[in-house]
């Protein structure tokens, strides 16, 4: 026999052996009392529901505070944000100057560099162009030479 078949069961005797209540059977200095009873239960939960409510001013005052820490911290954090990211704005501008001043180092070095070997080539060339004698001429300038020896 399951739980159920048994809790009907016991449901049933119950009801067979249970008579029905009578208001009129109840003594009437009873139903007074009840009725006098329901009736300051009606009036007190009335009365607790009109009676104006009043905030506890302890949490309310740490709501505000509550509050007003939450707008700092809020505050604070924006600040921290808004601080570290002019911080990195500067930072690569200076690295971006540093880069600037180095390449234009080594442009004015390579310019430099440049305008050496363009005069030595110049001097190489002028050496190598400017002769006193031509080249057809060289054999008598050899001549001349003797003869300014004797």
């Known amino acids: 026999m399951s739980f159920k078949s048994k809790f009907a069961d016991w449901r049933a005797a119950e009801n067979e052996s249970a008579e029905p209540l009578d208001p009129a059977a109840i003594d009437p200095a009873l139903q007074e009392a009840l009725a006098d009873f329901r009736l300051s239960v009606h009036a007190w939960s009335d009365a607790a529901y009109a009676r104006p409510r009043e905030l506890n001013p302890v949490a309310h005052r740490r709501k505000i505070w509550r509050l007003t820490a939450a707008w700092a911290l809020g505050l604070g954090l924006m600040a921290g944000g808004i601080s570290g990211g002019i911080y990195e704005h500067q930072h690569r501008q200076e690295l971006a100057r540093i880069a600037a001043d180095q390449a234009a180092r ?8 440049a305008r050496e070997e363009e005069e030595e080539l110049l001097a190489k060339v002028d050496r190598d162009v400017s002769r006193e004698v031509p080249s ?15």
């Open 106 to 113: 080594q442009k004015a070095l390579a310019e430099a560099q």
């Open 136 to 150: 057809a001429m060289e054999p008598l300038t050899v001549l001349m030479s003797l003869d300014d020896t004797q």
